[in-house]
Each structure stands twice: as C-alpha cells, then as structure tokens.
C-alpha cells in the first residue's frame, strides 16, 4: 500500500491504517496501474499569516486559518475542483480529475480569480497568492473507484513556484497553462515574464492573470460533418437566398457558423431569434442595428442620422424619430403617424438600414432561428428578398414551420434541407471521446439515428456516467439525456433549472432573484458556462447552448415549484427593475400566467395587452386581455366577476377587436354584450367604470342607437357629478355627442363650451389613447356643424381648423380623417357644397395614406351624398346604395335616416317619385325609432321638394 495524507483533512496517515486517525475516514489503498492524466495543479498560500498570528491571540488566528480552508474548500468545490491536500496556511488542488479537457485549466484560474477577490472579506483583511500549472500526473485508482493524483512530479513543483511569483492577491499561471485553454478564453494579462524558478531546469513562461472573457465562438472548422455539399452549395450560388431548414438538433447553425467563417474577409451580419423575446417586435433587427451601429439609449439624434449616413441611408427629420423611438433612444418624441404607418415606416426603415450595412460592408446577412422571429423581422427580411436592384447575401436558418413555408412561398429562396448524419460521420463525431469503447460508440449511434446534438448528448451522458459493463440503459430523447446530463451537475441542477425559468437567455444577475440565498451563485455560472451549459454573449448576458437543453431543464422542475419560480421573478423584477418591466410587460405577463398568479395576472396582462395594441399587434393583444379575462372569470365561477380589472380588460378587449376585425364581426358584438353585462354589476373605480361606459356609448352611437345610447350618458353624468375633471371631460364629450345626433343643438354648444373650459392638453391630451377619440377634438367637430347650420360659416371653419391643429399636436393624427369627412358633413347641412367637397375629398385622401379603411368607406358615402346635391343623380344613386350597404355590414348605421333621405333626393330629381316617397317615408320612420334627429331639418326639405 502506498501511504500518502488523508484525502479528507489532509493529515499523514500511519503505515497500514485504515481509517485516518485524525478525522476518522476511510483509507482508500492505490492500486499497482497507476494513470496519466493531464490536469491543472493549483497551489494557494495565505499571505502574511505567520505575522498575524504573532499580532493576535490564538482563537482568532485559529478561525482565519478555518475560514481560509472553508473559502476554498467552498470555491474549489464549486468549479469541480478537489482539495489534495492542506499545510496549514496553503492548499493544493487539482482541476480535471473527472475528465481532461481544457475547461478544467479555466476552471482553475476562475477558482483562483474568485478566492483572491473573496479572501480579504473572510480573513480579516488578509490576502492570497495563487500559482497554476497544467499537465500529465500520474494517478492511482482507490478502493472506492475514486481517481487520486499522486502528489509528486514537475507540475506540483510549478504549481507551488508560480504562487511564489504571484503578487498578493493574484493569480499567475504557466504558459502551458494559457495554451491548454486558449480556445475557450482570452486572458486579460496583468504582466507577461519568463523566468528561472527554483528547482526547475527550464525557464518558465509566468502570466499573471486579472480576468478572462469567453470566447464566443470556438466551433472549429472540423465539427462541421457530412455537410460539404450544403456549404459549397451556400458559398458558391451567391445570386439566391438560402433557407437551411432541419429539426432541431441537426446542425443548422453549426453550419451557419462554417458559412459565417468563409465569409470572413467579406463579413456577416447577423440577426438572431432570441426565443424568449419572439413577441417584440422587430426585436432581433433593433439588437442588430444597436450592435453594428453603436448606438445605445444615450446616443443623440445626431449620432443616430450620422450611423445612418455612414451605410448610405440619409434619414429626413421624421424618420429619424421613427428610428429613436425603434432603437429605443432617450432622446426620442412622439411621431404624427398612425400606428400602422409607425409600423410600416419602421419595417421599411429597417430594410433599409440591414441592406445598407450588408452593402456599405460587403457583408452577408444571416437569420438564425426564423421560427422564432416576430412577423415584423420576417416583413423586414421579404422586403429584403425582394428589393430592386442585387438584393444583398442573405441565408436562413429554421425549423420545418408554417413560417418557413410561407417565406419560400412568397420570396425567391432557395431550401437547403439537412438530411442526418450517415454511421460513418457519426463515428468520426464521436472520435475525440476516446474513452468510449466500440461497443458504447454503436449504441450512441444506433440510439442518436443521425442526429448530431443528440450524438453528442449521448456521449457527453457517457463520459459523465461511465458504463463499465455496457448495461446501462441510454436515454430514449434528446431532452432524457440532458436531464441526465442535468442531474449529473449534483448541487448545480437547481441554478441550470432557474435559468431556464428566465428563458433560452438572461442576464446573471436576474438568476440571484430566484436563488437569494446563494453566496456563490457567480461562481457557479461561470462554472457552467466553462462546462459549456451556457454560452456568453457580448453584452454580458448567457444563454443555453441549445433551446431543448433549456426546455429540458424547464420540463425536469415539478409543476408547483415552477409556478412559484415564475411568480417570485416576476415579483422580484417588479421591485428591483420596474425599467425592464415597463419595456417588456408581455414578458412579465408570461411569468404570471406561467405562475398561474391569480391576484397579480389580470394587471399584467392589461400591461401588455395595451402595449401589443399600441404596436399594431392586435391578435397577441387580444390574447393577453381574453386571458386575463377567462382567469377572472374562472376564478369567480359560478359568480359573477368582481374584480376591479374587469371592466377596463373588457374596454380593452372590446377597442382591440373592433380595430382587427371590424364592427360587425360576430366576435366583436360578443365582446361588446359582456361589456355591456358586465357594467351593471362589476367593480371598479368610477375612472374604470367611464372609461366602459365610454366605449359602450361609442358603439351604440356607431351603430345609430342614438337614443339607447342616452341611457349610459345618463350613468356617465352620475359618475362625473362629484368626480373630477378628468370624468367630467369624458362625459361631456359624449353628452355634447348625444345632443348633436339627437338634433339638440342649443345643448351641444353648451355642453361643448363646459368641456372646452376644463379641458387641459397637460392633464387631458393622451386620453385618445384610451378611449379612441380626443374629447376637445370631438366637441370640436360638434362646434363646426352647429355653427354651419346657424350660417356662421367663419365659425364652423375655425372650429374645423383648430381641431385638426389640437390631434398634431397631441399624435393624435388617426382622427384627422375623421374631422375632415365630419366637417364636410357640416358644411354640407350648411349649404356650402363645393368647401364640403373638398374638406370630403381631403379626409379620404388622408384616410387611405393611413389605410384607415372605415373612414375611407365613411367618407367615399358622403362624397356620393355631396354629388347627389351638386346634381349628380346618374351614378352617385347607385354608388351610394352600394356604400351604405357596406356601411351597414359593418355596424355603422350612424345618419342612416339621412342616407335614405339622401337617396330619395337623387330619385326625385330622376322622376322617380314614387320610390323617393318609400324611401323618405323609411327615413323620417328610422329617424324617430333610433332616436336620431340630427338630419330632420334636411330630411323636411327634401319632403318639402316632393310635395
């Protein structure tokens, strides 16, 4: 038996003892066949420690030095290290010892980095010096199958000689310590030396280290296999698009890096799907513009313009703005867009930038992961296909979806699909794990059936475990066997399993939120980055090496726990980073309804279902604000709902599917009947409850139920009479409303002139956002038509003026179409035909520039009215029929008494008398059942015309 110190305390051991007489252990015998492995020997030495036991008393010098040895116990632990042995005030370790690899040599130098940096904190103020070394040493094999180095030979010797050139607090490493690491890291070199050390024949290379980064990307050349022809098929037809398209696990970005590589000298440009981020918009393309362009939130606008320049895109002044608010800029003010020309502006913007930097830098432009990308980047990247002119080097990565389908559909690209590895590839893979056997090799590559991330799972799964006898039963998936390969990181499961609560990617600070109680949860994700579970990216962050190696950590935590994780994240960022919840709600909302957060989901999803509106995405709006109202409902069955967030999801849910599906969908009066149930019994503040009412009272006007819709005016004044101004505003919009379609105008202009004097831009001017429609601009409208009918036309046409100004002032340009078309309305009741016109003719202009198709149908059955009066009475008829039918399919029956009337007109002066009769008759009858009394005065004359 070869004596040698306890493996455990590190004291001698007795000549033939089995058990360690100091600490009680086992002692494990070494066989006769010893082993050579290459491993990283790590010296450490607690500097100053014999003159701080000559300056302090006993017991306390006795808790540093027990400090000292549980810091690095810890820390060593941590990074997969083991303590050999311990002298007092020094420790050796070994890095390596489960399997060679150079990430061993970097667990060391981290280890060492963060004892130096956490000593002083434990001991008083005292520092360490820390020496590294890599190598062969010879090992023996122990009774308990366990590997022990055998403490002899060059590299402990260097090991111990490095730590005494390290400066206190540092870490020095030998230079083959850097080579065995350098495909992994890049060192940050404090000093660079080579010196002779005591008791070493050769000089010796000594860097002292103060930090490192992860290299990025360290897949060489050779992982690409069996894909040959799809890479000379990538680098040779430079005239096509490519899609490489393969389930996951095949290989698609491993050859899209081979393809990134032969395009050094021109360069890439890529654009990456992150799968947690798949519901912003733009997303991907804003972090690549952010990146190639350094621009970041305190860029000004003039940095921005002059970015642009340099990739020979020259911005106006306008699409600067577009492009600050898109890049998220401090400096950015709202833009006088609708939404859907912001949106339709910025993807062009975008496809503008991408083809410039892809020309400006003779670069290619790859896609990675289109199944993930948000319809705005997959409208940029079309746009990109099908530009004018040589459009730019583009390749594309994704899994068999309808997305990728309808990209090839729709776009000149050509398909490069992988097919998976032959046996004979999957042999070379799996060349460089030597310690398989051939036995093990055949059932990996029986097992993995030509799928290259499942090859290596199952390898890594291997080596991790062994498999002596070849029993051992391989995983059936690939998501089996990274749960095992999970579940063999011991203590380190629980952080991979947080992770994956925050998604494929995160930021590390956001991990302690779910692991508080932690103390070296640093260390432990620099560990696993070294192991490869988590690559770095440049700006800090870390992500999984693959998605399933995510989804696999994700689907390993049980039901309960994960619920509670995503509800105590989401609790977490709420109070530490309120920023990052306000620019991603629908991320927050995802950990809610994730958590099953009952008391907190309904706000969150109102949080995001506002924010998709506000981007144009009305279905994912729609789905955040029908969950928050389905969980409410749940939850209250069989009861009725209580909660104070249901009226304003169903306000909301009610505006965004009136804006996707129009007002007649079936789906929308659905919507629109449980607001209307819902405002009898449910809860809410007296703001909440207007802001229903508003909605309600909107749709029945649209509708032409002007005297149903009296009925919420009336809880409207009730809510207002002791409320505050801002209630009183958006009741006396609708009162002001209300009396003008029922023809009392005397009370319109009253009511008008009490809004008028509470309204304020500062307090008031964003209520459109909520409620569809500014309340100065809309009392406004009613002014001009109230002034035209009393032939005060300077009035009518300042009123008109003043509004347009008011909606550029506060972006409220959606609504200029309208006042428009309405003011035309207005001057024609006045007599003022060829002014009507134009103000029509100028809404519908407007309207269809903003594909605002409503008010573009609205104001195309007003000009056909305009024309009837002017004398148009041969096609205007059949024009206005058919306009007014549409109107009607679409629930806007608001002035059909009037469209009747309008049409009988056109008949009477066609000589058609009889028909003008029925039709009028129709008219004066619609006017008195819907309440509608706005065109009486018009509809008489016409009667007066036929008598």
């Not at 492995?37 to 500097?47: A, K, Y």
């Not at 577009?322 to 401090?330: D, K, N």
């Not at 004066?924 to 008489?940: A, F, K, V, Y």
Request: proline share 4%; glycine share 6%.
């Amino acid at each position: 038996m070869l004596a040698m110190s306890c493996m455990s305390c590190a004291e001698p051991l007795h000549e033939g003892a089995r058990f360690c007489s100091h600490c009680g252990t086992e002692v494990l015998a070494l066989d006769d066949n010893p082993e050579l492995r290459i491993l990283t020997i790590q010296f450490i030495d607690l500097v100053g420690s014999t003159a701080f036991a000559n300056s302090t008393e006993l017991e306390t010098y006795d808790d540093t030095i027990a400090a000292f040895h549980q810091q690095v116990n810890e820390t060593v632990e941590t990074y997969r290290g083991r303590v050999l042995q311990r002298y007092g005030d020094g420790v050796l370790s070994c890095f390596g010892l489960d399997h060679d690899g150079e990430d061993s040599a970097l667990s060391a130098i981290a280890s060492g980095l963060s004892i130096a940096k956490a000593m002083p904190e434990r001991v008083n103020g005292l520092q360490v010096r820390v020496g590294i070394d890599t190598g062969q040493i010879m090992c023996r094999v122990g009774q308990q199958g366990a590997l022990f180095p055998q403490l002899t030979g060059l590299h402990v010797n260097r090991a111990a000689r490095l730590q005494e050139q390290a400066p206190t607090g540092g870490v020095v490493i030998s230079g083959q310590t850097k080579s065995f690491l350098s495909r992994l890291a890049r060192l940050d070199e404090a000093s660079h030396d080579t010196r002779l050390l005591k008791g070493i024949d050769q000089p010796v290379e000594l860097i002292e280290v103060a930090g490192f980064q992860f290299q990025e990307d360290h897949t060489e050349v050779s992982d690409l296999l069996e894909r040959d022809k799809e890479l000379a098929l990538l680098q040779s037809d430079t005239s096509r698009a490519h899609a490489i398209i393969g389930p996951a696990g095949i290989g698609k970005t491993v050859l899209l890096d081979a393809f990134s590589r032969t395009q050094k000298n021109a360069g890439i440009v890529r654009i990456d799907a992150r799968a947690n981020l798949q519901q912003s918009a733009l997303f991907p393309v804003v972090e690549t513009l952010r990146r190639e362009l350094d621009l970041h939130a305190q860029s000004s606008l003039a940095d921005l313009a002059t970015q642009f320049q340099s990739i020979g895109v020259a911005l106006t002044d306008q699409d600067v703005m577009v492009m600050a608010g898109l890049l998220g800029l401090q400096v950015a003010l709202p833009v006088l867009l609708t939404p859907e020309q912001l949106q339709s502006r910025r993807i062009t913007l975008a496809t503008h930038a991408l083809a410039g930097l892809a020309q400006t830098r003779t670069a290619a432009l790859t896609f990675d992961d289109l199944h993930w990308f948000d319809e705005g980047t997959i409208a940029v990247l079309q746009a990109l296909m099908l530009a004018e002119g040589t459009p730019p080097r583009i390749v594309v990565t994704s899994r068999p979806s309808e997305k990728i389908d309808a990209l090839l559909e729709s776009a000149p690209v050509t398909p490069v699909h992988l097919a998976p590895l032959s046996d004979e590839a999957a042999k070379e893979a799996l060349s460089t794990y030597a310690e398989l056997d051939d036995a093990k090799r055949a059932r990996i590559i029986e097992a993995a059936e030509g799928n290259p991330l499942f090859l290596s799972a199952l390898a890594t799964h291997a080596r991790q475990f062994g498999d002596a006898d070849g029993s051992q039963q391989l995983p059936q998936t690939i998501e089996a066997t990274f749960q095992a390969i999970i579940n063999g990181f011991g203590a380190l499961r629980d952080v991979i399993q947080c992770a994956a609560i925050l998604g494929r990617d995160f930021q590390p600070e956001r991990v302690a939120h779910l692991l508080p109680t932690r103390p070296n949860l640093e260390d432990e994700l620099r560990v696993l980055t070294i192991r490869g579970i988590f690559n770095p990216y440049g700006d800090g962050a870390l992500f999984f090496d693959h998605i399933l190696l995510r989804d696999a950590a994700y689907e390993m935590i049980p039901g309960k726990r994960r619920r509670a994780l995503h509800k105590s994240f989401a609790d977490a960022m709420q109070t530490h980073d309120p920023a990052y919840c306000a620019a991603y709600p629908h991320l927050m909302a995802d950990h809610r309804m994730a958590a099953r957060d009952h008391e907190n989901l309904p706000g969150a999803c109102i949080a995001a279902g506002i924010h998709m509106l506000m981007a144009v995405n009305f279905d994912q709006s729609m789905t955040y604000l029908d969950h928050a109202r389905t969980d409410m409902e749940d939850q209250a069955a069989p009861d009725q709902v209580a909660r104070p967030e249901y009226l304003p999801v169903l306000s909301l849910l009610a505006s965004a599917t009136v804006q996707r599906m129009g007002f007649s969908h079936p789906v929308v009066l659905e919507r629109y009947q449980l607001l209307e149930d819902a405002i009898a019994y449910a809860e809410g503040t007296d703001r909440m409850r207007m802001t229903a009412l508003y909605g309600l009272f909107a749709h029945r006007i649209i509708n032409g139920r002007v005297r149903e819709s009296g009925e919420y005016v009336e809880m409207m004044e009730k809510l207002a009479r002791d409320g505050d101004d801002e209630l009183k505003v958006m009741w006396l919009v609708n009162e002001t409303a209300h009396a003008l379609y029922s023809g009392q105008f005397d009370q319109a202009a009253d009511r008008s002139a009490q809004l008028k004097s509470i309204y304020r831009v500062e307090d008031h001017g964003r209520l459109f956002l909520e409620l569809g429609a500014d309340p100065l601009a809309s009392v406004l409208s009613a002014d001009a038509h109230v002034a035209s009918r009393r032939g005060d036309l300077d009035g009518a046409l300042a009123a008109m003026s003043q509004a347009q100004e008011h909606l550029k002032t506060i972006g409220a340009i959606a609504q200029i179409p309208w006042i428009h078309i309405f003011g035309g309305q207005a001057l024609l009741a006045g007599g003022h035909l060829d002014l009507a016109a134009r103000e029509v003719e100028a809404g519908i202009e407007i309207a269809d520039e903003q594909q605002a198709q409503f008010w573009s149908l609205i104001g195309r059955v007003w000009m056909t009215i305009v024309q009837i009066y002017q004398g148009n009475t041969t096609e205007a008829p059949g024009a206005l029929e058919m306009l007014t039918g549409q109107a009607s399919m679409i629930g806007a029956d608001l002035n059909a008494p009037f469209y009747k009337a309008a049409l009988a007109k056109a008949l009477l002066t066609n000589g058609d008398l009889e028909a003008a009769q029925t039709l009028l008759d129709q008219a004066e009858q619609l006017s008195e059942t819907t309440g509608e009394h706005e065109w009486d005065s018009s509809i008489r004359e016409i009667r007066t015309e036929l008598a």
